[in-house]
């Protein structure tokens, strides 16, 4: 998998969900996950359904957070584990052997340990601290990532308090590929954001 650029992951947006993934493919977001641990399975089945009729054929990869079940169920193009989630080996019982599969890191180790694992991508991170997770993992800092950047074989999403402020440190580590939530979800004037952060990446 090459890498991507700026991944959007939906949590409790300000805007429609189709809204938010029509605006994903307008400005050409590769990656767009969605994130809602506070709604039901059949709600989340819903939305990523609908998330997927208008994704469907275009460039932009729809990624489902957590669920292998719920990932096949709503058609999703990838799924995202968490480290407390079915192993890559497991989910791939599920999903069968097409499927994108990304894993969280939060650490040198568990880095390393996910790679081993061959999966798609990784997401390293909080890189600052975050308020996204109601139980967020230690900071890791720049220095980390960039340790993981040069031993990584695979692309790593850069991801927890990144903001257009220190966008450009996280840029200076070597990441190819960040993530903002806060930021993009947050904000009703999604489109112009998107292509704000692009430019930067």
Do not use: W
């Amino acid at each position: 998998m090459e890498d991507f650029g700026l991944y959007v992951i939906i949590t409790k947006p300000v805007l429609p969900y189709t809204r938010i993934a029509e605006i994903c493919v307008a400005t050409g977001v590769r990656m767009l996950q969605l994130r809602e641990k506070h709604l039901s399975d059949r709600e989340i089945i819903r939305i990523g359904r609908d998330i997927k009729a208008v994704t469907q054929g275009t460039d932009t990869c729809f990624v489902m957070n957590d669920r292998a079940d719920l990932a096949l169920l709503a058609g999703a193009d990838a799924l995202h584990l968490g480290q407390t989630d079915l192993s890559l080996r497991d989910a791939r019982k599920i999903v069968g052997p097409d499927m994108l599969i990304g894993l969280s890191t939060h650490s040198i180790e568990q880095a390393r340990n996910a790679i081993a694992e061959r999966p798609d991508y990784i997401g390293f991170g909080p890189i600052y601290p975050t308020t996204t997770k109601a139980i967020p993992d230690p900071t890791v800092g720049t220095g980390l990532l960039r340790e993981v950047l040069d031993f990584a074989t695979v692309p790593v999403v850069a991801i927890g308090g990144i903001f257009p402020e220190n966008i450009s440190t996280v840029k200076e580590a070597g990441a190819r590929n960040i993530c903002m939530v806060r930021y993009l979800m947050e904000s009703p004037d999604l489109e112009q954001r998107i292509r704000t952060l692009q430019k930067m990446i």
